[in-house]
């Protein structure tokens, strides 16, 4: 296997792009991801997207953007893997430069939600539609249950949970292209309409149009623009159970504890080695439960260590969501697992502005689908 | 011996009470109480509807009979608040109780009468000899137009009787029916809420066709009321019954444990089978039931029953219907009911 | 959603039928083609048992449209008596005095309509005991 390098993104803003299409939204994000990598050509391209067909009405959207990219007749493949299409994109365009098919491909990833479309129902397709959606669960409901189970068993607190949201919106102040850039408090989250029990709605993360691309490449072509790559040391996917139902242990994802332990033994590295991690914070206590999960805490005490200020990006002993994650950053499904990449490229190459986290050498990413059914994790290294 | 070898009731257990209705409207409570002789009514859940019921009280019933549901050849349920207009109910019931699909199934509809004619299908199947057991079902979650009289009585509820001839626990010892054409209470195909006559429905209907049933149903079988321990009859209020019992000749106290009126509104097609129930929850070996039905439109059913020693061995088998009208009861406001009784336009 | 989809899971939601593994017994609901444990082919068919207690819980005040006019209602990880797990409805209970633990029964009831024309469904919900 070869090795595979990120040289250049790009992403929209994310949040309500009413003048703009998804087929725009995307090539908007692909031209900047493209012109930062300054190649001149890409050799194929990937695209993360949940559910087009539901949201705008537009499969096959493989071809749509290498059309309105301009770079047919170049191989275009959608990824679907509910919120870990962007991840898992990532994760082809990886194999397909690491195989030695490809020298340079697009990994890009786009969702338009806000066209009218039931986002409730259209996303409630990633659980289990006979067993559990059948039944009226939602999103909010399936992580509100996680939620009660960890609070339950480790008396992860309201609070703690809340402390999730306020370090997200403080992150994303700070990030130009995030969905919400304001502060909020403890007492507004736990004070925010609910949603599901315990959750509410400053735990959850927006409804969101947005795209995000990424260049990734071979040390061949990485070698002529070194200031500007990022090594790829680790990409892995792991799977779970479809319905949460089914899990033994109602407290843990076990394909993120299964892909970060095959993504530790392929970089190399221990969670202690990782300085900064772009975790899927669809809602407050995912961000806990990952974090746990990740092996950077404990198993329960993820809540205790946002209180802490653990993962604060200032001085945590691991910033998590140094973007602003999903919760501030925004989260179109698709691009999500991109944007998490594009972070930590930024982040490892020195340019994360105002939210440059120190000392920024390994950065990971997690980018899950559904209820934890599918996981995507990589990790990335500054050369 | 031909007769019940299992019952089982179901009543939700969401309630509103009087006051609650008549203060939405600035009617008399008090009035209203005395004149109807009710004072709350069940109202079904959001999730409820004939189907369902029939399902809950059938379970009761098979619980209570202990028999292999595959040996049940025939089901009917009688409604006029069937969920599809076309489609049957029953077929519903049959895959949730492991019934069939080697079955009979039919819908009734006669206005109220609609349950008691189920159960008359199913004794006349068995009695014939053409099947060894058959389900009759009278359940509803009756219809009454916001502001009307009737939308302090009509509620959910239903009761389900397996025929058979095998561990009797009620014998029907003689049926009579009688019947005819009277406008006094209907829904066109369409409508959402029925529309009555008034005053018409009082003696031209209600009470011509049960005092005309009971009086044959006494001569038929040669008893007189006072042979009776029980008697129920249709209960579209609490008045009604008793007004027909005394024309009858029976006395308050026989009627006493199937008047559950006053507490359970009128169920319509459920209303006098749920009565049944509840007397053959308490009912003794040996004791004699007289019951008489009534649908509009117009007609009632008649049935006479003795009880057996079986009642013993069944009655405990299933929840009762007293403690269904009795406990666990969740009280609605008006708002909370027009939600449950799908009164509220919503955008599809 | 169309009639195929509904009616091809009628066993499970109307009677709780699961197919237990012959080789190792475990029981998968809804019945599986491969046993998740060992991975066997061969399976008898059993009904669940319908008593069972919440291991987690939410109430959902937003629903998706089908939904909306079911709000709010309580949907639980229940944990049957033979141990196996499902996601049902708690209904007819006060929403606040729910908590994890709690002994519950399967019930029928009526868990969606298609629509105001289409058909009704039916399943399991849970009720308190």
């Not at chain 1, 991801?33 to 493989?62: K, N, R």
């Not at chain 2, 509103?16 to 009035?31: L, P, S």
Request: charged fraction near 20%.
């Amino acid at each position: 296997m070869r090795d595979v390098y990120v040289i250049g993104a790009g992403m929209t803003p994310f949040g309500e792009l009413w003048n703009k299409s998804i087929r725009e939204i995307f090539v908007d994000a692909a031209m900047l991801a493209i012109e930062d990598a300054g190649v001149d050509h890409i050799d194929s391209l990937y695209v993360g997207s949940m559910s087009p067909g539901l949201f705008v009405g537009q499969e096959h959207l493989g071809p749509v953007v290498a059309d309105f990219l301009g770079v047919t007749p170049v191989p275009a493949t959608r990824v679907e893997s509910a919120c870990a299409s962007g991840g898992v994109s990532f994760r082809q365009a990886f194999l397909e430069v690491a195989s030695g098919v490809s020298e340079i491909v697009l990994a890009g990833g786009v969702e338009k939600m806000t066209d009218g479309a039931d986002v409730t129902e259209a996303l409630a397709t990633a659980a289990d539609q006979e067993y559990e959606v059948y039944h009226g669960v939602t999103f909010p409901g399936l992580y509100a249950m996680i939620a009660r189970a960890h609070m339950h068993q480790f008396g992860t607190t309201r609070q703690q949970l809340a402390e999730v949201a306020v370090k997200n919106h403080r992150n994303g102040m700070k990030n130009p292209n995030a969905q919400f850039r304001s502060e909020i408090t403890n007492e507004q989250v736990v004070k925010s309409t609910m949603v599901a029990d315990p959750l509410r709605l400053l735990d959850c993360s927006p409804v969101s149009d947005g795209g995000a691309g990424v260049i990734l490449a071979s040390a061949d072509v990485a070698k002529k623009m070194k200031s500007r790559a990022v090594k790829v040391i680790a990409s892995t996917q792991a799977s779970d159970t479809i319905a949460l139902h089914d899990r033994t242990d109602l407290t843990t994802l076990g394909a993120v504890v299964r892909a970060a332990e095959k993504a530790y033994a392929m970089a190399g590295k221990k969670p202690s080695d990782v300085n900064l991690a772009e975790v899927h914070d669809c809602f407050t206590i995912a961000e806990i439960v990952i974090s746990e999960d990740l092996g950077f805490f404990e198993k329960g005490k993820g809540g205790e260590a946002v209180e802490k200020g653990l993962t604060a990006r200032e001085c945590g002993k691991i910033p998590i969501n140094s973007s602003g994650g999903l919760k501030s950053k925004g989260h179109p499904v698709g691009a999500t697992g991109i944007a998490q990449i594009i972070e930590l490229y930024e982040q490892l190459t020195g340019r994360g502005g105002e939210r440059q986290v120190k000392k920024a050498n390994i950065g990971l990413a997690q980018n899950m689908g559904g209820s934890g059914a599918s996981c995507v994790i990589h990790i990335l290294e500054a050369i | 011996m031909v007769g019940i070898v299992g019952y089982g009731a179901y009543l939700p257990r969401y309630r509103i009470k009087a006051e609650t209705i008549a203060r939405q409207w600035g009617a008399d409570a008090e009035a209203i109480k005395r004149g109807l002789q009710l004072t709350e009514k069940t109202v079904p859940g959001q999730d409820e509807d004939t189907i369902t019921i029939s399902v809950e009280a059938a379970r009761g019933a098979i619980q209570r009979a202990q028999i292999d549901p595959q040996e049940i050849g025939a089901v009917y349920i009688g409604s006029e608040s069937h969920p599809y207009a076309v489609k049957p109910s029953g077929t519903v019931l049959i895959d949730a109780l492991g019934i069939g699909p080697h079955v009979h199934v039919a819908t009734n509809e006669f206005a109220c009468k609609a349950g008691s004619e189920a159960m008359y299908v199913a004794y006349s199947h068995v009695k014939s000899g053409e099947m060894k057991y058959a389900l009759g079902i009278g359940a509803d979650t009756s219809q009454g137009a916001p502001g009307d009289a009737l939308e302090y009585s009509a509620s959910a509820g239903g009761a389900a009787f397996i025929m058979g001839t095998e561990r009797v626990a009620a014998e029907i010892l003689f049926t009579h029916s009688y019947t005819s054409d009277t406008p006094d209470f209907w829904r066109r195909e369409g409508e959402f809420y029925p529309r009555h006559a008034g005053r018409f429905t009082g003696d031209p209907a209600y009470f011509k066709h049960i005092v005309g049933a009971g009086q044959a149903l006494l001569e038929k079988s040669k008893l007189a009321p006072k042979d009776f321990t029980h008697a129920v009859f249709h209960m579209p209020n609490g008045k009604f019954p008793q007004e027909a019992g005394r024309r009858l000749g029976f006395t308050k106290q026989q009627l006493e444990f199937g008047w559950i009126v006053p507490l359970m509104g009128n169920t319509y097609s459920g209303s006098s089978p749920t009565g049944l129930a509840a007397i053959l929850d308490v009912a003794n070996p040996g004791d004699l039931i007289f019951m008489v039905s009534f649908g509009s439109g117009a007609g009632s059913d008649g049935f006479v029953y003795r009880v057996t020693e079986e009642i013993k061995a069944i009655k405990d088998r299933a929840p009762k219907v007293r403690s269904m009208l009795d406990n666990g009861k969740i009280y609605l406001d008006y708002g909370q009911y027009t939600k449950h009784r799908h009164k509220i336009k919503l955008n599809e | 959603m169309i009639s195929p989809r509904y009616a091809r899971e009628i066993p499970q939601r109307y009677q709780l039928v699961a197919a237990r593994c012959t080789s190792c017994g475990t029981i998968g609901f809804p019945p599986r083609r491969v046993c998740k444990h060992c991975r066997g082919r061969q399976f008898e068919p059993t009904k669940l048992d319908s008593d069972g207690k919440i291991l987690t819980f939410t109430i959902i005040r937003v629903g998706a449209d089908r939904f909306s006019k079911q709000t709010p209602y309580a949907v639980a990880v229940i944990e049957l008596n033979d141990g196996t797990r499902l996601t049902a409805q708690v209904t007819d209970c006060e929403l606040e005095s729910l908590e994890i633990g709690q002994k519950v029964r399967l019930v029928f009831r009526k868990i969606q309509e298609d629509g105001k024309a289409g058909i009704l469904c039916y399943g399991y919900k849970a009720i308190c005991v």
